[in-house]
């Protein structure tokens, strides 16, 4: 088989790219529709279950056990909203893992290899959705929304409208299952494809990337800074501390998995040490690079 060559890993990667974006995309498509469902349960089933008098959500004690129970919310969530949510996910990182695989084909791993690293990858999108899917946030806010409207008792039609926009949103504001999935899932697919890459990247003894992603409107000048050239692996790991702070950057950034940080939507495209000496010819060995055996 033929080495692998710069045209053909930037064409591969691209590919891959195009598919994290619509990943990205996709989940905020998913969650309006699961939005749009939620928004109806409420109105057509919770609601109606309400003791409502003379316009206004009643102050009593059954309302308040109903509410604090949320037995029927709570079911409706975990099996409509949450199952179309984690087939969406699941979808999606199969589609990562199989645009991975062929961006480090090239580089001909072993499929003992190859089925250990994606393996691992299987525990790592089982931990995440573990944690997405135990949180009950999404319950918790409702629930605070028709607690209050219970105990001022609140005139139907304003608590009705308060929910829809609660769980649809308004204007610029996310609904309240796109909020959710914005802010603990979209990230996910960038750090699970950069999680897959550093481990081919390891096993393969590729200890250089290309800073790769292209520039927009709101590109942080760190990637900006970076974009478009290749480094080797130890300069890459140096940006966990050095710069300390940058305009977007996590807690405990950890370089190889956030890159940029929040929201970053940037890769690290590795490559040999060959074909970084092609793009940079003055670019320093890597120290990690491991000796072929003879």
Not at 99 to 104: K, R, V
Not at 152 to 168: A, D, F, N, W, Y
């Amino acid at each position: 088989m033929a080495g692998p060559n710069i045209t053909q890993l930037r064409l591969i990667a691209r590919k891959r790219s195009a598919i994290l974006r619509s990943s990205e995309k996709g989940l905020l498509a998913r969650a309006n529709s699961m939005e749009r469902k939620l928004n109806a349960y409420l109105l057509g089933t919770f609601f109606p279950s309400l003791d409502i008098s003379k316009g206004k959500v009643r102050n009593t004690t059954f309302n308040l056990k109903k509410i604090n129970k949320a037995t029927g919310l709570k079911k409706f969530i975990k099996n409509v909203v949450n199952v179309a949510m984690f087939g969406y996910y699941d979808k999606q990182f199969n589609s990562i893992e199989g645009a991975t695989t062929n961006y480090f084909s090239p580089f001909e791993p072993t499929a003992g290899a190859q089925k250990r690293i994606l393996d691992r990858g299987e525990l790592i999108v089982d931990g995440f959705v573990d944690n997405l899917f135990d949180n009950n946030d999404i319950v918790k806010g409702l629930q605070q929304t028709i607690k209050n409207g219970i105990t001022t008792e609140q005139s139907t039609t304003e608590l009705k409208q308060m929910l829809t926009e609660q769980v649809k949103g308004k204007q610029e504001k996310l609904g309240i299952v796109s909020s959710y999935h914005s802010k603990n899932g979209r990230d996910q697919f960038q750090a699970y494809s950069r999680s897959l890459d550093e481990e081919f990247s390891k096993t393969l003894n590729l200890n250089y990337a290309i800073y790769a992603g292209g520039e927009i409107l709101t590109t942080r000048k760190f990637c900006d800074d970076r974009n478009g050239l290749v480094f080797n692996r130890e300069t890459i790991l140096t940006w966990n501390h050095t710069p300390a702070t940058w305009q977007g950057r996590k807690a405990n950034n950890n370089i190889l998995i956030d890159l940029g940080g929040y929201n970053c939507r940037h890769d690290l495209d590795w490559i040999s040490y060959a074909l970084a000496r092609r793009l940079n010819p003055n670019i320093e060995k890597s120290k990690f690079d491991k000796k072929p055996k003879k």
